[in-house]
């Protein structure tokens, strides 16, 4: 943390950053740093209840989609023009919807990426 800046404004992660070795004995996680954090002296190995997994945005596949850890929103175009992001349960009768699931080869919206 920069001398002088506000606790709460400060990135709660950082990276994402490669796995050099997971030790499942002792849940610890080695990562490959950049030289920036070795020089502070910070250690390659964490807990792994410090690290995140990172989960790549997939555009071409998933369009207009976004995706958070507690709900899935789509971005919906309706036949008035009107375009509004809309939570899944509001989406799951729509035609479109079922449609969409058919093309990628499954029938449960929570088994998108």
């Known amino acids: 943390m920069s001398k002088g800046q506000a606790r709460k404004l400060v990135p709660k992660y950082i990276g994402p950053y490669k796995d050099l070795k997971v030790d499942n004995d002792k849940s610890t996680v080695g990562l490959e740093l950049p030289p920036e954090?070795?020089?502070?002296?910070?250690?390659?190995?964490?807990?792994?209840?410090?690290?995140?997994?990172?989960?790549?945005?997939?555009?071409?596949?998933?369009p207009n989609r976004e995706v958070s850890a507690l709900k899935i929103n789509f971005q919906v175009k309706w036949t008035l023009d009107d375009i509004t992001w809309e939570l899944l349960h509001k989406c799951n009768k729509l035609e479109a919807l079922e449609r969409y699931l058919k093309i990628h080869g499954i029938n449960n919206p929570r088994q998108l990426p």
């Open 37 to 62: 954090l070795l020089a502070p002296q910070i250690y390659l190995t964490f807990h792994m209840k410090l690290i995140c997994s990172h989960i790549e945005k997939d555009d071409e596949h998933f």
